[in-house]
């Protein structure tokens, strides 16, 4: 086991890669009574173009097939789910896909060494009939159609398709109705069998642990299982320029005011380790000092009585290319979004004084500390990094020896060809 | 962890030193009443009073202070329980210990002072600015939980179910009375609040009891007996028949709402084993609910059920198929006749005590689920430690259950459909 100290923020991580490729990580918590455990696979929903394992031609897969996968995973062999028994074990399981990764997970008090067996037996051993597959889609179409009703859910998938041409970031990570019909037994294993080798995924433990047993005890459990070589996996993404595909779209639904989203496409780019990470917090800083609560444009917003509640920012990156959105309602959307995009247009030239980078460094680095206290943000966003090649547990040191040239450097996102908008309307809404 | 209980002022503080954690969480609790003409104030109050103070006078003045401690959080927010309202001051800070700095716990403390004791107002009126800004937010909020259709449909089902009951009163307020209030009558509740509430404090975290007696011996609380304050319910409802109301928008999937009367409130003896059935009823992955419903008719992708002990309802909530409503309904009652006829699985009943026995070991692992323990136990008056809880759990049978559920009516089915 490599031990790595983190001594700015006091956390050690133990860390082993094993023979069979698996990466293993071991977070020690003392005092804290609940253990939480993830499994995850670097594959989500971006991921739909590959050679499938032992085969030699690219093919292309349904939308939706990494989270219905995830779902079908929990299917045993004997008939049995592997959330029931975790609940069986008085342990709490879940699971979730996302764009690059689905993870599967557990914590509890009790029964840890049990449930820690559970978890990799069953992810490391599918089931998937005609029969368990067929009665799933049901259950995950009344999943799409509950989505649907969510304006959230609408906006965000709407500013994707105006964005983005044909990377998968377009598509909604549960796919759609329609796609899910096309699923089989045949396509899941064919998924399976690619991304859910060892030398593809990790393992994290966080909570008052004896590490050296929980090693073993994950190392016996793996050299008891035979898995075929690993190989290098060929994923196909379609690479695009920064140009978005429609500048403007729009839907209705039944709503009482209209939603708005404006979003910069971020091009693709090589990002060495970390990197993907630093860049995201560098635009969350930007964003937060112009549009946050203590900005002086938000302020004016509320003053001309433009917007309601608040201005919400997210950013995301994969190792490869991502997005900015910004998402508000208003009762005036044709005013307040001209706004917006013009004063986002303008951070092409950043001014951020030293002072206000002080003050975010520090508001950053307890907001990290903060989130310590909980074990499912730190497994869970340790390994979310872990797959776009960094290392969360080292953002604060590489944040506290950035400058304000680093920052400034993110102008180059905010650009008028990267820009689009989407609104969800009330459904009897008359726009000028 | 140990709960160390001392006076400062009359004001009983509850704290558990430990080092466990990054941060340093204080609540500093106000119990005063609740009902339809203060639910409103106390929403709006809660607002204007996250977002200024006389000396911190606008959003960026507060915001880049709590930047400034080190992302601390500051909130004040306000939720009922039956006819008592909690008004809570909420501050959580890193340890000093982390960051070397040796002023912030100080600091940190004026800061919530300072939000407690000296807010935007004048001449016995609040800042208008502020005023109007956070009047208009509020209503705003209240408009959008339309567009939330669970959160809306819960709503419809609550008003349809207790109207004229204190349960159907919102904490987030209501446009009528929202209307009615000025900056000169929100300072009066602010008056109201400070000086007519019981309050209590809960601190946890890795700080000693002189550092933090020191700390609070400045704040000049105004001390009340908390009996006056009714926090649970003792009401008995009596249903002659089953309530069925329906909505029609423009969705893709229809949300169905139960609402039950149950026989017990969160003081209650029988209060564990409540907790016990829903767990089994439909809070459990196990659940009958989701087993029936979800893994085998494939009808939602979730249903759920939930107790609001201290009102005495039991919700029972899922996203279907509007044409599988009376399918849906059939399967609901009857797992629930099963448990009132005794046909109750042991091993679903010793699941749900296990699921119950670890969320209570992880209350140790949460500030702020720590926090909400001791408050309980300030509530009750009783002190019982987290494992007399666990054996209470550990010692429900399944008659126990069994007579729980036989305490649970059908009241109002609410469905929000598109056709």
């Not at chain 1, 259950?139 to 009703?149: F, N, P, S, T």
């Amino acid at each position: 086991m490599e031990k790595i100290n983190y001594d700015n923020i006091n956390e050690v991580i133990y860390k082993e890669k094993l023979a069979n490729g698996l990466t293993i990580k071991l977070i020690p918590k003392p005092g804290y009574n609940k253990v939480f455990a993830c499994f995850g696979t670097n594959y989500g929903s971006l991921t739909n173009k590959f050679v499938p394992y032992g085969e030699s031609d690219y093919q292309e897969v349904p939308l939706g097939i990494a989270h219905f996968l995830e779902h079908k995973l929990f299917a045993m062999e004997d008939g049995t789910d592997a959330a029931n028994l975790f609940t069986e074990m008085g342990l709490e399981s879940n699971a979730y896909t996302d764009y690059m990764e689905t993870v599967y997970l557990f914590s509890g008090t009790d029964n840890i060494e049990k449930g820690l067996g559970l978890l990799l037996d069953f992810v490391q051993k599918p089931c998937f009939t005609d029969e368990n597959v067929e009665s799933e889609r049901g259950i995950i179409e009344q999943e799409l159609l509950m989505y649907l009703d969510m304006p959230r859910d609408r906006l965000h998938n709407g500013l994707m398709e105006n964005m983005f041409e044909v990377y998968p970031l377009r598509y909604d990570v549960g796919g759609t109705v329609e796609e899910i019909k096309k699923i089989t037994k045949e396509t899941l294993y064919k998924c399976y069998n690619t991304f859910y080798h060892p030398s593809n995924m990790s393992l994290i433990v966080v909570g008052d642990i004896d590490c050296d047993q929980i090693m073993n005890l994950i190392k016996n459990n793996q050299e008891k299982k035979e898995f075929p070589k690993a190989l290098d996996i060929k994923r196909n993404f379609l690479v695009e320029d920064e140009k978005v595909v429609k500048k403007f779209s729009s839907i209705k639904m039944d709503v009482s005011i209209p939603k708005i989203a404006i979003g910069f496409k971020l091009p693709f780019e090589k990002f060495a380790h970390n990197e993907p990470m630093m860049v995201e917090l560098y635009l969350k800083i930007i964003l937060e000092s112009k549009l946050g609560p203590s900005s002086e444009f938000y302020q004016m917003l509320l003053d001309e009585e433009l917007i309601s509640g608040s201005l919400g920012y997210s950013v995301f990156l994969d190792d490869k290319c991502g997005y900015i959105k910004v998402s508000f309602d208003s009762k005036k959307p044709d005013e307040c979004s001209r706004k917006v995009k013009e004063f986002l247009l303008e951070l092409r030239k950043i001014k951020l004084s030293k002072i206000e980078f002080e003050r975010f460094k520090k508001a950053i680095l307890g907001s990290f500390l903060k989130g310590l206290n909980n074990l499912e943000f730190i497994a869970s966003s340790y390994i979310e990094y872990d797959f776009k090649n960094s290392d969360i547990f080292s953002s604060i040191s590489l944040l506290e020896s950035s400058t304000l040239k680093d920052i400034k450097k993110m102008g180059k996102y905010f650009k008028a060809d990267a820009l689009t908008e989407f609104v969800v309307y009330p459904k009897d809404w008359k726009s000028n | 962890m140990e709960v160390n209980n001392f006076y400062i002022n009359d004001i009983p503080v509850y704290f558990s030193k430990t080092e466990k954690f990054k941060t340093i969480n204080l609540q500093i609790i106000f119990l005063n009443e609740f009902n339809e003409f203060l639910a409103t104030r106390l929403s709006l109050l809660s607002r204007l009073l996250n977002n200024s103070t006389k000396k911190y006078n606008t959003k960026k003045k507060i915001v880049n202070k709590l930047f400034d401690l080190y992302d601390a959080n500051v909130s004040v927010f306000s939720y009922p329980s039956y006819k008592t309202s909690l008004t809570v001051f909420s501050l959580e800070i890193v340890n000093e210990k982390n960051i070397n700095d040796k002023t912030l716990i100080n600091e940190a403390f004026l800061f919530l002072k300072e939000v407690i004791f000296n807010p935007n107002i004048s001449w016995g009126s609040f800042n208008e600015k502020e005023f109007f800004e956070e009047k208009r937010r509020l209503k705003e909020s209240i408009e959008k939980i339309y567009d939330n259709k669970n959160r809306y449909s819960i709503k419809k089902l609550i008003q349809n179910m207790c109207q004229g009951e204190i349960s159907s009163v919102s904490s987030l307020g209501n446009l009528e009375e929202l209307e009615k209030i000025t900056p000169k009558t929100i300072a009066e509740t602010y008056e109201f609040l400070i000086n007519t509430s019981n309050v209590s404090i809960y601190c946890v975290g890795d700080i000693t009891e002189e550092r933090l007696k020191e700390e609070l011996k400045n704040f000049d609380f105004k001390q009340n007996s908390k009996e006056n304050f009714q926090i649970v319910s003792n009401e008995i409802k009596k249903i002659n028949s089953v309530k069925e109301v329906k909505e029609t928008q423009n969705v893709n999937q229809s949300i169905l709402c139960m609402g039950y009367r149950t026989s017990f409130n969160s003081n209650d003896d029988d209060y564990f084993a409540g907790l016990v059935f829903s767990e089994m009823f439909g809070g459990l992955y196990t659940s009958d609910l989701f087993r029936v419903v979800r893994e085998e008719n494939s009808l939602a992708y979730s249903i759920v059920s939930q107790m609001i002990p201290d009102v005495k309802i039991m919700i029972v909530n899922a996203g279907i198929d509007g044409k599988n409503y009376d399918f849906v309904l059939k399967l609901v009652s009857d797992e629930l006749k099963k448990y009132k006829e005794g046909t109750i699985s042991n091993d679903l009943l010793e699941v749900a005590k296990a699921t119950l026995i670890n969320d209570l070991k992880e209350t140790e692992d949460d500030p702020k689920s720590y926090a909400s323990y001791m408050f309980k136990n300030y509530l009750t008056g009783l002190n019982l430690t987290i494992s007399d809880n666990i054996d209470k759990v550990d010692s429900i049978t399944i008659e126990d259950v069994k007579k729980i559920a036989q305490g649970i009516e059908l009241d109002t089915v609410f469905l929000l459909t598109n056709n």
